[in-house]
C-alpha cells in the first residue's frame, strides 16, 4: 500500500524501530474480474465521499489499518494529509454495515492512463463475514470507471496474509517486488491522536 517507503527511496538504512517488509506490485491491464455477489445475510453498503473531515479520514485510516502498520498518513499536518485527499484525482469510499464504518478504499487517478488502487481494508469487527471478495470487486470496478490503460496496487508482508492471493484471484498480476520499511506509531503518537479526536 501507498504507506511504505522502500529503501531505494529513502536511501538509508531503516532505524532499529522500523519494521522490514517486501513489497509486491501488482497490475491488472485488461478488466477481467468477474462481478462478485454481496453476501445475503450482511447489511453492507458504500458510500462515496466528497473530500471528508480530516478527523474522519484518520480515523478510518487508523480503524483499518493500525493492525498492518499503516502509519504515513497518520503523520501528516492537516495541510499536508489535505493535499493528499481534497483533490479531484482520489476518491475514498466507504463500507458501512448495519449503518456504521466497517472498511473504506481509496482510488488514485493522478497518473495519466493508470489508476491506482492506494488504500483498500475492513476493520476488524467485520472480518470473516466474507465481504473481502465483494468489497474489492467494488474497488476494482471504480478503478476501471475512467477507462485507464491499467490499474495497480501494492502490497507487503505486513500486510493481512490474504491480501496478495486475493488480489491475484481477483485478476491482478505481480510485476516486481521490492524491500521496503515501516515506522510503526509509537505510543506517544497514539496518545495525540486520541486526544487530537481523530481515532
Given at each position: 500500500?501507498?504507506?511504505?517507503?522502500?529503501?531505494?527511496s529513502?536511501?538509508?538504512?531503516?532505524?532499529?524501530?522500523?519494521?522490514?517488509?517486501?513489497?509486491?506490485?501488482?497490475?491488472?491491464e485488461?478488466?477481467?474480474?468477474?462481478?462478485?455477489?454481496?453476501?445475503?445475510?450482511?447489511?453492507?453498503?458504500?458510500?462515496?465521499?466528497?473530500?471528508?473531515?480530516?478527523?474522519?479520514?484518520?480515523?478510518?485510516?487508523?480503524?483499518?489499518g493500525?493492525?498492518?502498520?499503516?502509519?504515513?498518513?497518520?503523520?501528516?499536518?492537516?495541510?499536508?494529509?489535505?493535499?493528499?485527499?481534497?483533490?479531484d484525482?482520489?476518491?475514498?469510499?466507504?463500507?458501512?454495515?448495519?449503518?456504521?464504518?466497517?472498511?473504506?478504499?481509496?482510488v488514485n487517478?493522478?497518473?495519466?492512463?493508470?489508476?491506482?488502487?492506494?488504500?483498500?481494508?475492513?476493520?476488524?469487527h467485520?472480518?470473516?463475514?466474507?465481504?473481502?471478495?465483494?468489497f474489492?470487486?467494488?474497488a476494482?470496478?471504480?478503478?476501471?470507471?475512467?477507462?485507464?490503460n491499467?490499474i495497480?496496487?501494492?502490497?507487503?508482508?505486513l500486510?493481512?496474509?490474504?491480501a496478495l492471493?486475493?488480489?491475484?484471484?481477483?485478476?491482478?498480476?505481480?510485476?516486481?517486488?521490492?524491500?521496503?520499511?515501516?515506522?510503526?506509531?509509537?505510543?506517544?503518537?497514539?496518545?495525540a491522536?486520541?486526544?487530537?479526536?481523530?481515532?
Amino acid at each position: 500500500m501507498s504507506w511504505l517507503k522502500t529503501l531505494r527511496s529513502t536511501g538509508a538504512a531503516p532505524d532499529e524501530a522500523s519494521l522490514e517488509a517486501t513489497i509486491t506490485y501488482l497490475r491488472m491491464e485488461e478488466n477481467t474480474a468477474k462481478p462478485v455477489s454481496k453476501p445475503n445475510d450482511v447489511d453492507a453498503g458504500l458510500q462515496r465521499l466528497n473530500k471528508p473531515p480530516l478527523h474522519y479520514y484518520r480515523y478510518l485510516y487508523y480503524q483499518v489499518g493500525i493492525h498492518w502498520n499503516w502509519e504515513s498518513r497518520l503523520r501528516l499536518t492537516d495541510a499536508e494529509l489535505a493535499r493528499c485527499i481534497h483533490v479531484d484525482t482520489c476518491e475514498i469510499t466507504v463500507l458501512y454495515v448495519d449503518g456504521a464504518p466497517a472498511g473504506f478504499f481509496e482510488v488514485n487517478r493522478a497518473k495519466p492512463g493508470s489508476t491506482d488502487l492506494a488504500y483498500f481494508g475492513t476493520m476488524p469487527h467485520v472480518h470473516g463475514m466474507g465481504l473481502g471478495q465483494w468489497f474489492l470487486s467494488q474497488a476494482i470496478a471504480a478503478c476501471w470507471s475512467n477507462k485507464p490503460n491499467e490499474i495497480t496496487v501494492n502490497t507487503c508482508t505486513l500486510d493481512h496474509p490474504a491480501a496478495l492471493p486475493l488480489y491475484q484471484k481477483m485478476g491482478f498480476a505481480p510485476y516486481r517486488t521490492a524491500k521496503g520499511n515501516v515506522r510503526p506509531l509509537s505510543d506517544m503518537e497514539k496518545a495525540a491522536l486520541v486526544m487530537g479526536g481523530s481515532i
